[in-house]
């Protein structure tokens, strides 16, 4: 369900790309101090100890409802993952469903195995933080859209097929899927 705002007038300029991409790993770099959310009502995020990097690239996303205005989706960013917790705070660039530069800032949680139900290669995984976008004509195609900034979260299913090596989708609310292969700096 797409939620019309209406926007306020103001002045207001939107950031370039460059500044985008360096408001992105400053948020990454702050996110751990920030992040407050609980995974459960016992535990609160452990965003200390042994960590990772994790480098991101998406070449493909599924439009759900293709439309003559799509342009192709391309993604890069990079993750911190907590060994012990599993938590995780990160960052992409992407090129939106409408050829716009654009940014997403998150912290989230992996589960290997899926709660138990799956072998620990394969992941179920999620991330919440600010999206940033969907400007101009397009400013509707998400929802809390302001200025160009709003919430963005997603749910993803993914399979670790070497030690260092995964491939990930991950659902993009109502609009499609992402196929994200990433490799781990360990």
């Given at each position: 369900m ?25 948020l ?8 407050h ?62 050829g ?50 709003s ?22 609310g ?6 994200q ?6």
């Amino acid at each position: 369900m797409k939620v019309p705002l209406s926007m306020p007038s103001g002045a207001f300029s939107l950031p370039s790309p460059s500044k985008t991409l360096l408001a992105c790993a400053l948020l990454c770099a702050l996110a751990p101090g920030l992040a407050h959310a609980e995974d459960d009502a016992s535990e609160t995020p452990r965003f200390g100890g042994a960590s990772h990097w994790r480098v991101l690239a998406s070449p493909y996303t599924l439009h759900f409802h293709p439309s003559p205005e799509h342009r192709r989706v391309w993604a890069i960013g990079a993750e911190k993952q907590w060994d012990e917790s599993n938590w995780l705070a990160g960052g992409s660039f992407f090129s939106n469903s409408f050829g716009q530069p654009s940014g997403y800032l998150y912290v989230g949680k992996r589960y290997p195995g899926v709660f138990g139900y799956a072998p620990q290669n394969v992941f179920a995984q999620w991330s919440a933080g600010l999206l940033y976008g969907y400007r101009g004509e397009f400013k509707d195609k998400v929802p809390f859209n302001y200025k160009g900034f709003s919430p963005g979260a997603l749910i993803s299913l993914g399979w670790e097929f070497s030690p260092k090596n995964s491939v990930t989708l991950h659902a993009l609310g109502d609009a499609g899927l992402m196929l994200q292969f990433s490799h781990e700096l360990r």
